[in-house]
């Protein structure tokens, strides 16, 4: 507080000041004013001022570096006296108050434009070199006159100094660099010291003796406003309303915020309700009965901006009635405070702080900040839930990709699209600190990110290596500018820039502080970690394939594709997790008491109906909270729920399971057999995961689903837009891939179905052919079948035949051609005179060979034989369009002769095509040789060559034309 007094100059002010100062000096200094505090208990102070040698008092009193003349110790009011620091006792039942007074003289309040800051320590021990430690502070105040108070915990304040206070003015730029990195000198210091004569302890707590509690919350956890001038006098811009909201909490590229008048005043209890549901809701009703039931004295959520780096969030917290900003450093951090204020009501004297996921980064930090001594003093445990301590994947992923970062919910982007998600966290420091430490890949012995070996991706690989297990490695790929940009179907496909300032720094914070962290012996630490949900462990990047039809039939079908290789990617998952922290990062603390929340077997509930809690919702599941009331009061753990244990689940090696990737314009539905159905609800617009075990998430162009393979599962998927889709396919046991299969490059409408079932129990190898009717008229027009460990592409392009002499049925012999596996009409079909082979591919694209028999005149030799024949018709037909080849000038002509042991003796092979060119092939076993001719119209001979061996002449159908081969 200040007011404004004379309207002398500043010059006159100062000098005024030197003149009291000076005459003040020469009184004060031989005072000695007792003081009653209540510190612990009733007690007293004894002061004894030491004023160190300072030179410049009378010359230059306020200037650069200048230190406080005298201070002064006192009692009740504040008094009217020169600069001083002041110990007052406000008689507060629990604790002291340290008062920074400034510039009052003769009543009247005057301001110091650009005085600078005002640090002041406090010390236990005498003012000597390595004599002393540091008990309070480092405290600052601002450059604007006024008055600065700093609650301490009754454990800060006992009989057992002496204790010591100093303080200096530091405002000019060479103090400025010694504020930011310690270096130079800054001016004297003057220290005054006093000891605490006798105190009496508080009474001894005998029931509920319980600590208070500070609950330090996750990343987008507390809400985030600012003022506005029209209407309503704030704007909540988190949770947000659309991007436009989100994109007002942009950062600039060294991580500070763009607007300056960002702030938070709550955490989520609730978000996007329906859609999204409860956070902490439960939480805070618990810990409010809690505190209501007298068990504990006090709680407090301390919401912050999950923005900032945590050396702001911890150093600053400027807080205004309600709402607290962090966008300014404080002498009194709003964090730092609140755990302060709690420890002094407390009924240990000591806080518990249970930190959410990166609330439990902030929970380090502020104990590193605050020192062993203090720290212990002020705390007595701090239990981490799901807390990503050396990070996790998923952050790449998000950073990268918007990756699972949509608002509500990822399957209803309306409140957040991942394009502006990822926009937000490539300059925001809070997002950094969550990518894989260089510990993490000491302890978690995964690739974060690998790379297909496709032409494609080989920029990539020649920069990167084949995979990323290093910090150093994933640091180059994230922050390479350079980056060779890939062909993508979508733009959140390709990757984006990382911060590399900001990645840095998130580094350096892992390595030297969060990572190397030993939490004081007098802190016990709690670890929970959520285990048993699919959880992000590896991105993997390859070469996809965006199919384009280039052709339209006149039913809208796709007569021509073209495949385009594009990059793309998705994401391995582990079961050792909890959706978003992997447990080897939340388990990271040595010397922790461990517990782990098996969520598969919590979701999957009574009667197969899921619940549906993982990462976010940790702290909605009732008895995990009733653990935590367990543990702030110190009561036995040793009965756990049966999905809460000390050691950590073994995966059910029976746990079948079948995961689907759709990458596409198409929506994904699975149904079991009884009609249960996954997906979005097309007649609410909801999320239905009624498949007992099953899940469902979408993100960016990603959809993923997943489902238990002891069922049987049908896939239906509906065309959303014009493109082409992917689907991936992969089977796991007990957390581990067996097998996989993909259908890409499909191309699809609005109106496009797409089936697959697999049986249940069979698996993939048991998967029936993706179905495909591409234009919606319940026809199909395509058919992929699974390429277990490959890749299916769409096939449009009907088979090609070949067609010769068999020796073992002495009948024609006919055979497909295609790219893929192809089957034959396994006998011929009598048509009257006509005999057809029908040629099917994989695809379920057909050719029909129509053949019709010339009757010849039967041999008296019964091993004799002869067959002529003319090929009628060539009709090549996709499942929804035909075309066929007519001929009438072809014939084939095969005579044979036995010998009387049975073997061939001779052979003779006739192809005439359109009567324009004859071939005929003549086999002579005696010579064991066949002899080639043409033949013309005149039916004369002409030798082409001889062959040992019987050769076959094949004739072969190309595009409704046919080539004779041999």
């Not at 400034?102 to 434009?113: L, R």
């Not at 705390?379 to 990756?403: E, N, R, S, Y």
């Not at 039967?858 to 003319?870: D, Y």
Request: proline letters at 5%.
């Amino acid at each position: 507080m200040k007011r404004e007094g004379s309207t002398s100059s500043i010059k006159e002010i100062r000098n005024s000041a030197a003149i009291a100062i000076a005459a003040l000096l020469s009184i004060l200094s031989f005072l000695i004013l007792p003081i009653t505090a209540s510190a612990g208990g009733d007690g007293s102070i004894t002061n004894v001022t030491t004023t160190l040698p300072n030179t410049s008092l009378g010359s230059a009193p306020l200037s650069d570096g200048a230190v406080f003349s005298f201070i002064h110790v006192t009692g009740g009011a504040y008094p009217t006296c020169g600069w001083y620091y002041d110990v007052y006792a406000p008689g507060a039942p629990d604790g002291a108050t340290l008062c920074v007074q400034w510039g009052q003289f003769g009543g009247e309040w005057v301001s110091y434009p650009n005085l600078g800051h005002i640090q002041t320590n406090m010390y236990r021990g005498t003012p000597t070199a390595g004599g002393a430690t540091l008990v309070d502070g480092p405290r600052y105040t601002g450059n604007a006159g006024g008055m600065e108070f700093f609650p301490l915990s009754s454990s800060t304040i006992l009989p057992n100094g002496p204790y010591f206070v100093s303080a200096v003015v530091r405002n000019d730029t060479a103090c400025d660099t010694y504020w930011t990195t310690g270096a130079g000198s800054c001016g004297h210091n003057l220290t005054y010291s006093f000891t605490v004569e006798s105190a009496t302890t508080t009474p001894v707590c005998t029931e509920n003796c319980n600590s208070n509690v500070l609950f330090l919350p996750g990343i987008e956890a507390s809400r985030l406003y600012r003022p506005q001038v029209v209407g309503d006098p704030e704007k909540r811009l988190w949770e947000p309303y659309g991007d436009a909201d989100a994109l007002e909490l942009a950062m600039n590229p060294d991580g500070t915020s763009v607007r300056d008048d960002i702030y938070t005043r709550d955490i989520l209890d609730n978000a996007y309700v329906p859609f999204k549901g409860d956070v902490y809701k439960s939480f805070i009703g618990d810990m409010n009965a809690l505190k209501n039931e007298n068990k504990i004295e006090d709680w407090q959520a301390a919401p912050y901006d999950w923005r900032l780096s945590l050396e702001d969030i911890i150093t600053h917290g400027m807080q205004t009635g309600d709402i607290v900003s962090y966008l300014g450093r404080s002498s009194t951090p709003y964090i730092e405070k609140e755990l302060r204020r709690l420890a002094s009501s407390s009924r240990t004297h000591k806080v518990t702080i249970i930190a959410h996921s990166n609330g439990g980064l902030v929970a380090k930090a502020l104990i590193t900040k605050l020192g062993t001594t203090t720290a212990e003093q002020l705390i007595d445990k701090v239990i981490f839930v799901g807390v990503p301590q050396t990070g996790t994947p998923k952050a790449i992923g998000a950073i990268l990709h918007g990756f699972e970062q949509s608002l509500p919910v990822s399957w209803f982007p309306l409140a957040l699209s991942a394009d502006t998600a990822r926009t937000m966290a490539q300059n925001m420091p809070g997002a950094y600190n969550l990518i894989p430490s260089f510990q993490y890949f000491t302890y978690a012995d995964d690739n974060v990110i690998t790379f297909d070996d496709s032409v494609l991706l080989a920029p990539w690989r020649a920069k990167y290596g084949n995979n990323i297990h290093s910090s150093d490695r994933l640091r180059t790929f994230m922050t390479d500018s350079s980056r060779p940009v890939l062909p993508v179907a979508e733009a959140i496909k390709n990757p984006v820039v990382a911060n590399p300032i900001l990645f840095t720094n998130a580094e350096m914070l892992h390595n030297t502080e969060l990572d190397t962290w030993i939490p004081p012996s007098g802190i016990k630490i709690i670890e929970i970690a959520g285990w048993g949900e699919d959880t992000l462990k590896t991105i993997h990047y390859y070469q996809g394939t965006a199919g384009t039809c280039t052709e339209r039939r006149a039913d809208s079908t796709c007569a021509a594709i073209m495949q385009t290789p594009v990059l793309d990617y998705q994401v391995e998952r582990v079961i050792d997790g909890d959706g978003t922290v992997v447990v080897p990062s939340a388990l990271w603390t040595t010397g922790s008491e461990r517990y782990w929340v098996n969520l598969k077997k919590y979701n999957d509930g009574l009667f197969g109906v899921r619940i549906d809690r993982e990462h976010a919702g940790l702290l909605e599941i009732p008895e995990l909270r009733t653990l935590l009331e367990t543990m702030m009061a110190n009561g036995s753990t040793s009965a756990l729920p049966d999905f809460i244990s000390a050691i950590q689940p073994v995966a059910d090696p029976s746990d079948d399971r079948l995961h689907f990737t759709l990458h596409s314009p198409l929506s994904l539905h699975l149904y079991d057999d009884l009609g249960n159905h996954t997906g979005i609800s097309t007649s609410t617009g909801f999320l239905e995961e009624n498949i007992p075990g099953s899940r469902y998430e979408r993100f960016g162009g990603i959809t993923y689903a997943t489902a238990p393979a002891s069922t049987t599962i049908h896939v239906i998927m509906h065309g959303t837009a014009e493109g082409s889709f992917t689907l991936d396919v992969e089977e796991t046991n007990g957390g581990v891939t067996v097998a996989s299969t993909t259908f890409a490059g499909i191309p699809s409408s609005t109106t496009t179905i797409a089936t697959l079932t697999i049986p249940q129990g069979g698996g993939i190898a048991s998967s029936s052919p993706l179905t495909v009717d591409e234009n919606g008229d319940g026809n199909v027009d395509l058919i992929l079948a699974s390429e277990e460990g490959g890749v299916s592409l769409p096939d449009i392009t009907p088979p090609e035949a070949v067609f010769t002499f068999s020796t073992t049925t002495d009948d024609i012999l006919v055979f497909g051609s295609d790219e893929g596996s192809v089957s034959v009409s396994p006998s011929p079909v009598l048509a009257t005179s006509t005999l057809q082979y029908t040629i099917t591919d994989d695809s379920g694209n057909t050719t029909t060979l129509s053949f019709k028999r010339i009757k010849e005149k039967e041999s008296k030799n019964e091993r004799h034989g002869h067959i002529k024949a003319q090929l009628l018709a060539i009709r090549y037909g996709t499942l929804s369009t035909t075309t066929e080849s007519v001929f009438s000038k072809n014939e084939i002509q095969y005579e044979w002769e036995y010998a009387k042991d049975g073997s061939l003796k001779e052979m003779m092979q006739e192809v005439k095509v359109k009567k324009d060119v004859t071939l005929r092939a003549k086999y002579d076993a005696k010579k064991d040789e066949t002899k080639i001719y043409f033949v013309d119209k005149e039916n004369k001979e002409k030798l082409k060559e001889t062959r040992q061996g019987l050769v076959s002449i094949l004739i072969a159908t190309r595009e409704g034309e046919l080539v004779v081969e041999y």
